[in-house]
């Protein structure tokens, strides 16, 4: 079927698509990379005619326009699912706020809302001969937008990667409402956060020599984790599979260092399977119209039914903060908010479960402040306020530059005293003083 026609009937200016923007309105403003661009050009020039916007999205890689003015929060309020270092900024502002959510609930929770987007806008490949608009590496949960908001809008941009393999990885046009061919910029980039460290590399050496041949990965963003996908791609590991949240560029270096083929995956065998990918343009390359890659809905890669079913699940992911009961903070420092709960706990959970499988959390042992002074990360207790990514009852290995630790079913003394052993040494001292007043501290004998 030719759907030239169609296409023609349903495209306009973002201008004039905008118009159905009404005071009061929910508006999903798409995802990561498939953020829109010139529908939020053009909404920005109506901000005096509108108020109480409230605006869905997340992990935003460029300012939006909408925001520009200082007096946007009076118009405008953005509501994050997973906060960048740019939405981190608007907290500051008060026209933003972190939505906390189980990423893998976000489809269920689209469809199960009383109160539906009113509008949603989505940046999207070129439609193609079937009348589909792909949602480029971002099919975690815009299907479910599509399928509960009054109006859909896409924003076509060329440079858009097709991501295919999978499921509810796009749009038919006969379910859109309006079409706006956009400036074509180029897809943002998220960057690995500079070359990894010293301390980087110690820490992935001591996670990649407990990983297997044929093992699943699953790799969080951050230096640490861009540290052991350099050193896979090095390693004489083979047979590797992928089944992760997100697709970041360590996973094309493993790939093209002949790592990847998934022959060993129990579910999507051969496959690389991502909810989303956000990285450079090495990889947003690697992922347009590659058959080897499946995109498909975060409540299928993030769920703990999927993640189980894989032998030898390996789950690397960052954390800010943990202390001496094995409590995980991975999205903020006390009442600052750094990220969000995203899928650790689910990964956490289902890598524990499959056969074989492991999870690591890890970190530096110290930080440094702005004034030069050297921090645990490693605290007696998290600091007031500070978020509980993983419960004490959840966590399996912890890795720091002084070591790993497997802390699953451990009493409290003994966990106590493994966190203790891979913290800095200059601060252990103290950690054990503060661990004898808790009464969570035994010396053993070894």
Excluded at 285 to 298: F, G, I, K, R, T
Excluded at 315 to 321: F, G, H, L, P, T
Aim: proline share 4%; net charge negative; hydrophobic share 35%.
């Amino acid at each position: 079927m030719d759907y030239t026609q169609e296409y023609e009937q349903k495209l306009v200016t973002a201008e004039e698509a905008v118009k159905i923007v009404k005071s009061g309105d929910w508006i999903d403003y798409g995802w990561c990379n498939g953020t829109v661009d010139a529908l939020d050009r053009a909404l920005a020039e109506r901000t005096d005619e509108l108020k109480d916007i409230n605006l869905r999205g997340g992990i935003l890689l460029k300012p939006l326009a909408i925001f520009e003015r200082e007096d946007a929060g009076e118009h405008f309020t953005w509501n994050s699912w997973h906060m960048s270092g740019i939405e981190r900024k608007m907290i500051n502002r008060g026209c933003a706020y972190y939505t906390p959510i189980r990423y893998s609930e976000l489809p269920r929770y689209y469809r199960d809302l009383s109160d539906k987007n009113n509008v949603a806008m989505l940046q999207v490949a070129p439609m193609d001969k079937h009348g589909f608009f792909n949602f480029g590496p971002n099919a975690s949960h815009l299907a479910a937008v599509c399928e509960t908001s009054a109006k859909i809008i896409v924003e076509v941009n060329e440079n858009m990667p097709r991501c295919l393999g999978g499921f509810e990885n796009g749009v038919h046009i006969s379910d859109v409402d309006f079409i706006v061919e956009g400036e074509n910029p180029p897809i943002g980039e998220l960057g690995a956060g500079g070359p990894a460290t010293d301390v980087d590399k110690a820490v992935a050496k001591l996670i990649v020599e407990e990983i297997p041949n044929g093992a699943c990965l699953q790799l969080g963003i951050g230096g640490m984790p861009n540290a052991v996908g350099s050193l896979i791609a090095e390693s004489d590991l083979k047979d590797l599979g992928v089944h992760t949240e997100m697709y970041v560029d360590a996973f094309v270096d493993i790939a093209k260092a002949g790592k990847i083929n998934g022959s060993k995956k129990n579910i999507d065998r051969y496959r690389q399977a991502y909810a989303f990918g956000a990285g450079t343009k090495k990889m947003y390359d690697y992922l347009d119209d590659n058959p080897e890659l499946l995109s498909a809905p975060v409540s299928y890669t993030n769920d703990i039914r999927s993640i189980s079913a894989l032998d030898n699940f390996m789950s690397i992911n960052n954390a800010v903060d943990i202390d001496l009961f094995g409590q995980v903070s991975s999205e903020s420092s006390g009442i600052k908010h750094i990220s969000g709960a995203g899928g650790q706990l689910d990964f956490v959970l289902g890598a524990y479960l499959s056969n074989g499988g492991k999870s690591f959390i890890c970190c530096s042992s110290t930080f440094k402040t702005k004034d030069g002074q050297l921090k645990s990360r490693i605290l007696p207790t998290l600091h007031p306020g500070s978020v509980v990514t993983d419960t004490r009852a959840n966590i399996h290995y912890l890795v720091t530059e002084y070591g790993k630790v497997n802390l699953k079913g451990l009493s409290t003394w003994q966990k106590c005293e493994a966190i203790i052993s891979v913290a800095h040494p200059d601060f252990r001292d103290e950690l054990i003083e503060e661990a004898e007043k808790m009464h969570i501290w035994r010396r053993s004998n070894k």
